[in-house]
């Protein structure tokens, strides 16, 4: 699917059927936060591994609040690093760590290439919520930073949605892309994750329902 028209899709699903937008992303993440989980069954290890989900500024950032939240339900260790300060944040996304705020569920805030080193650290799950389908160009900034970092350290790394720094419609690979071992993308499977350039930084794909109605998706050509 193109990047415009999942867009698309989340936007009729919002505005012509009156799904709220929560609801999507409840769905979004709670999906998403059981593959990461089903990660643990396979690893045989009787201690969970602890998850730290690097969040960003929108709604693949607010994503990453409600996967913490259900992913500490499942009896996980986990905590959130956010590249914004959680006030910056709006909407849904706002909403969503406003709960995680309120749960208690740990959230810090890197400010700098130094803040990343040290709150990333080895043998931790890293789950990539830092952009999604609403990323222009190479990531920019902290976020490079974050994916440079990340992609430096030991562990299972997890992209939500699509990895960041991969462009969504091409499948081409930003020089700064976060190398990830799973994939779990929303509605249907992004038109670039079909360039074979794109498979080293995708790792396994699942995909996830979030909601909406199978009329729609057929409109899409998706179900
Ligand atoms: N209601 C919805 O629309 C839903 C959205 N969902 C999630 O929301 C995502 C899309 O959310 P958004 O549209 O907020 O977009 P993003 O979460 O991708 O964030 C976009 C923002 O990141 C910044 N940015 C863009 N390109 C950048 C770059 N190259 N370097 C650094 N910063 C950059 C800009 O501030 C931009 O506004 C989806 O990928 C999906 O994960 C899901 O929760 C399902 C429901
Ligand atoms: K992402």
């Not at 505005?15 to 089903?38: D, F, K, P, Q």
């Not at 931790?124 to 976020?143: F, Q, S």
Request: aromatic share 4%; proline share 4%; glycine share 12%.
């Amino acid at each position: 699917m193109k990047r415009e028209d999942v867009r698309r899709v989340d936007q009729i699903a919002i505005g012509t059927y009156g799904i709220s937008g929560l609801v999507l992303m409840e769905n979004a993440g709670r999906g998403a936060a059981e593959h990461i989980a089903a990660l643990h069954h396979g690893s045989g290890a009787d201690v969970k591994r602890p998850v730290c989900i690097l969040c960003g500024p929108g709604n693949n950032g607010g994503d990453g609040y409600v996967i913490a939240r259900h992913l500490e339900l499942l009896g996980f260790p986990v905590r959130i690093v956010s590249l914004v300060p959680t006030d910056r944040l709006t909407g849904d996304a706002f909403a969503n760590a406003a709960i995680a705020m309120k749960a208690g569920l740990p959230i810090q805030v890197a400010r700098s290439a130094e803040d990343l080193e040290q709150l990333l650290v080895d043998d931790e799950i890293v789950v990539d919520c830092l952009l999604g389908t609403g990323a222009t160009g190479a990531p920019r900034g902290l976020y490079a930073d974050a994916v440079t970092v990340a992609n430096a350290r030991r562990g299972v790394r997890v992209a939500i949605d699509l990895p960041t720094g991969l462009d969504c419609d091409t499948g081409i690979p930003s020089d700064v892309t976060f190398r990830a071992d799973m994939t779990v993308t929303f509605v249907a499977q992004k038109d670039g994750f079909s360039n074979s350039e794109a498979k080293p930084w995708l790792g396994t794909i699942h995909v996830v329902g979030i909601g909406v109605p199978k009329m729609l998706l057929m409109e899409f050509g998706v179900a």
